[in-house]
């Protein structure tokens, strides 16, 4: 019956409004995560501007938004940089410090190495023992 009774345009502003809804909520989260990410804020600054985004929500994200917009989109590339880095590191380990050659591939180098005169009998063996040793 309810259903029945509800036009196409109240259920579009209904959507709207959802639509809306979560992206306040989305706002929200964003600011108070950057709020306590900040390294440049002390600790009374960012009591102050919770303070301000809990009792005046409107007004206190747009201010925000406004006053310290720049600094969230440096603070999301510097976390997306340290992750993009800690995967790097992860990467690297995992796949050994051999940098992704296989021990067949660093001996090949090696040999053209000592081929070519790069590196002596006596270094070529050295190599070649520490390289079978790890």
């Known amino acids: 019956m309810l259903a029945a009774e509800w036009g ?3 259920v579009l502003w209904s959507i709207i409004w959802f639509t809306m809804f979560f992206i306040w ?3 929200l989260i ?11 804020l002390s600790g009374v600054a960012k009591f102050v501007w919770i303070f301000f985004v809990i009792f005046l929500p409107y007004l206190g994200v747009f ?24 995967a790097q ?6 796949v050994g410090a051999s940098g992704g050659h296989s021990t067949a591939a660093e001996l090949e180098k090696l040999a053209a190495l000592r081929d070519s005169g ?17």
Request: net charge negative.
């Open 8 to 10: 196409t345009g109240q």
């Open 118 to 134: 790069v590196l002596s009998a006596e270094e070529f063996e050295a190599q070649k023992a520490k390289l079978l040793a790890s």
């Open 89 to 94: 590191a992860y990467i690297r380990q995992t």
């Open 25 to 27: 909520i989305w706002l």
């Open 63 to 86: 201010v925000y938004l406004i006053a310290r917009g720049h600094k969230m989109g440096e603070h999301a590339m510097e976390d997306a940089k340290a992750r993009d880095e800690a």
């Open 30 to 40: 964003m600011v108070f995560s950057d709020i306590f990410r900040s390294r440049d």
